[in-house]
């Protein structure tokens, strides 16, 4: 048998997870692989078994180096990097151990850290490639991307380039750079080398998800989450997006196991909450679609019809670009414009009942005329600059962004003309969402109407 077919039939077997926890051989990357490879065979249930007898004589005072190695190791496998970096931290001249606690802080966050674990565990035998790209990424995350870029470059004459991992980091760069085609590029690049690499697939997923390609970001979240370790972003992402899909069952599933691994997951928790009370919700979909229909006839130019030249003239001199800044003024004020008439006037009536609209129709069902504030000539450039701004700026939650785009909300503006209880009325928009827009607005000053 070759030794390609012997490492496809491993790779398909089982994995003996006592034998790999419990052995007193070495516990190294090859190691650390395998037991991967039991997580991602749904192994789960042993691994856990196996790692609480092991860390029981951790807590017991069995001081061995190689134990908390192999304990910490697992725990990062696992997703619980809390827990993996109080085995792994403590053991400076193991190269294995240096390498997972870099990957350990880089799941919580602790950049300049988990570069400096890199660079020890380089010098203290791991694998230089990967320590360098490793590394590379935690500088990147720091804001420093050209000497990110330098390290990624000089991995490249020791066979850098021809790895999965060379191709993300790049893409990464070019992301934070603002070339998303590029970065796009390179992640495919990646997913080529490696279908299964986590963190580009991740990338690749959520490019798709901004996009608004949900049934794409699923699948490639799906694939990122079938190699571990748990990639927290991702399974959250997921969550949401079942939950838009209302597959509230898997939705559920995906935040809590971001519980499992880290229970003081706030959002995890609270969006796990929200799933309870949007199951039992009632949507009329006809009236979403009568909505969303008048929505798009509201953006219909006026240059779209034939009016007469003093009509529209009159309507550009007037600011009035389509037929729901027509449905927003009424009779008194463009028979006060300068030319503008009773033919005008019956002209643009006429072409607004074709459409089932009228003049001031917008003013009726509008019970605060402070929806136009943001508009009202009496703001200073620099509120009107504000107000002008897009929502999109507010850096909102995936849910939360998701409901600005389902409601046709694009500036700030838009979005200081709603109240809470026509944000609510969302599909998917709870009191979370709506706290966290309140809690953004808030720091630039701004509120909700009727806040």
């Known amino acids: 048998m070759t030794r390609s ?66 304990v910490g190791i697992t725990h990062y496998v696992l997703g619980q990097h809390s827990r993996a970096h109080e085995m792994l931290s403590a053991l400076d001249k193991d190269a294995v151990a240096q390498f997972y606690d870099g990957q350990t ?23 230089a490639v ?18 990110a870029e330098k390290l990624v470059h000089s991995s490249a004459p020791m066979g850098g380039a021809t790895r999965a991992e060379y191709c993300y980091q790049m893409g990464c760069i070019l992301s934070d750079r603002g070339d998303t085609y590029g970065a796009v590029e390179y992640f495919e690049r990646a997913v ?49 997006l079942y939950e838009d899909l209302e597959n509230y069952p898997a939705a559920a599933y995906c935040f809590k196991r971001v519980l499992e691994s880290n229970p003081a997951h706030a959002r995890a928790r609270l969006y796990l909450k929200d799933i309870d009370a949007a199951q039992g919700m009632y949507y009329d979909e006809e009236s979403l679609r009568n909505q969303a229909r008048i929505g798009q006839l509201l953006e219909i130019p006026v240059t779209d019809f034939e009016l ?3 009509a529209r003239n009159c309507l550009q001199k007037m600011g009035i670009r389509n037929l729901g800044d027509l449905t927003k003024i009424t009779e ?15 002209e643009i009536k006429l072409m607004l009942e074709s459409k089932g609209l009228s003049l001031g129709q917008a003013l009726h069902t509008t019970k605060d005329k402070s929806r136009d504030y943001y508009r009202n ?13 897009p929502v999109a700026d507010l850096n909102l939650s995936v849910r939360a962004r998701k409901c600005m785009s389902r409601l046709g909300i694009t500036t700030l503006g838009e979005l200081c003309q709603r109240s809470q209880e026509e944000l609510l009325e969302s599909k998917n928009f709870g009191v979370t969402s709506l706290n966290e827009v309140r809690s953004k607005l808030t720091d630039l000053g701004l509120k909700l109407r009727g806040d």
């Open 5 to 70: 077919k012997e490492s496809l039939l491993a790779a398909t077997q089982p994995v003996n997870v006592r034998e790999l926890l419990q052995s007193d051989g070495p516990f190294g990357f090859e190691q650390a692989r395998q037991l991967e490879r039991a997580i991602a065979r749904s192994q789960y249930a042993e691994v856990r078994q196996e790692i609480q007898s092991l860390e029981e004589r951790v807590l017991t005072g069995e001081k061995s180096a190689k134990l908390r190695a192999k």
């Open 105 to 127: 802080l880089l799941g919580l966050e602790r950049y300049a850290e988990a570069a400096a674990q890199f660079e020890a565990a380089e010098k203290a035998g791991a694998d």
């Open 130 to 147: 990967d320590c360098r790209l490793s590394r590379a990424g935690a500088i990147r995350a720091q804001g420093r991307l050209d000497e």
């Open 192 to 240: 080529d080398m490696d279908p299964y690499h986590s963190k580009a697939l991740f990338s690749l997923a959520g490019e798709n998800m901004l996009r608004g390609n949900d049934e794409e970001a699923v699948r490639l979240y799906e694939r990122s989450l079938s190699r571990p370790p748990l990639h927290l972003g991702a399974m959250m992402n997921l969550g949401l």
């Open 308 to 310: 007469s030249v003093r």
């Open 332 to 346: 008194q004020e463009l028979l006060g414009s300068k030319n503008f008439g009773d033919t005008s006037l019956n």
């Open 377 to 389: 000539e009496a703001l200073s450039p620099q509120e009107q600059a504000l107000m002008g701004r």
